[in-house]
């Protein structure tokens, strides 16, 4: 139950660094920001777990929020591209 908190919490978090660092305006609610940035995270964890030996389960790091947010952006681009965001 606490995982899923988390994931809803720190989403958010990312979601809006996402959409506050993409250039342009972003309009989504609140619920598509959360799962942009959960979304994001696990973009960004399926990127760097399948170049790094230790695999996914390494904890927070500052270079894993950071990649996080680029896999928001790189969602909203692909989002805009398509027309749901």
Do not use: D, H, K
């Amino acid at each position: 139950m606490f995982n899923l908190i988390g994931a809803v919490i720190s989403g958010f978090f990312v979601g809006m660094l996402a959409r506050w660092f993409y250039p342009g305006t972003v309009e989504t609610n609140w619920i598509i920001t959360v799962l942009l940035g959960i979304g994001g995270s696990l973009l960004a964890g399926l990127v760097t777990a399948s170049r790094s030996p230790g695999g996914i389960n390494q904890g927070v790091s500052r270079a894993g929020c950071l990649a996080s947010v680029i896999g928001g952006m790189a969602l909203i681009f692909i989002g805009r591209r398509l027309g749901w965001v």
